[in-house]
């Protein structure tokens, strides 16, 4: 059987989204509508795996939907959607439980960093959590997923809860009419360039919602005077930027903000160094400030739009839903069959 190229990807609602989702992942959701069908995705069952205070889980949901739709995600084009409005997620993630091993989930990298010394006191859902992501990805035959690489092993898990099932039901498959595979062995799509923003006060850690200091992370609903302001406070070294690419080996800093500003300007780094090479920050910062405006100040004015008019998101996030579970439910229709369960 052959697959249509279908896109599937989610961001999870459990933090205000920052300049690293935006390059990392929301940016990169744009292109993919010319080339696929695409579905995007609120992960609501995915963020209480770790306790979230139930208001700011509703809030984070709508703040995420209205990033897609001020990013470029066409609501008409590509579904948009939150997960726990499409009740077919947790029904096959349950199947998926049955088919995964233990093994498989205990060897997963992320859980082991989320759980720590602590694993006995963490929710059985984190520990499943790359079931549910199966479920997400599968219960559409999604035939590409656009991920960073901290996700890579899940979408490999994803593969192999596809290959299990695609065998050890291979009778009841062939049975229902099904040519070859039953589920698609979803690839990981690669999008550009990986861009991985890091801390504006320390260039060795990531960019997140959790830094402590409040002007390490650019928020996508910042205004332009809070990114010009941390910007221009960023921390970086007293030398003057490289001509090319390799100069900036070891300054962690200086790497991280002509890489913000290669991917906010769509060049490469060594065309971004072409230009800005010999001078100092005191040219660099401005400049990244006035194009750190110009790209993300509008689209944190359309998220604050959007989220302030909640009749038309829930709008939007029905719509989607109702467009999901249409595909989602012949899928699973044929999958309760296969597994045997009576209708
Ligand atoms: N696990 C992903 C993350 O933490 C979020 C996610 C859940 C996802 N389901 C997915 C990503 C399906 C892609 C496809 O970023």
Redesign the pocket.
Known sequence: MTFSPRV?????PSGDLHLGNYLGAIRRFVPLQDTHETIY?V?DM?AITVWQDPEDLKRWTYEIAAAYIAAGVDPKRSIIFNQSQVMEHAELSWIFNCVARMGWMARMTQFKDKAGENSEQVSLGLFA?PS??AA??LLYKATG?P?GE??KQ?LELTRDIAKKFNHDFKKQIKALGHKGDFFPITETLATGPAMRVKSLKDGSKKMSKSDASDLSTIYMMDDADLIAKKIKRATTDADALPSEAAGLAGRLEAENLVGIYAALSGQSVDEVLGQFGGQGWGVFKPALADLAVEKLAPIATEMKRLVADRGEMDKILRDGAERARAIAQPIMADVRNIVGFVR
Not at 8 to 12: A, M, P, T, V
């Open positions: 599937f990807s989610g961001i999870k995705c992960v995915h959590y549910l992501m997400d990805i997923v991920v901290d996700q899940h």
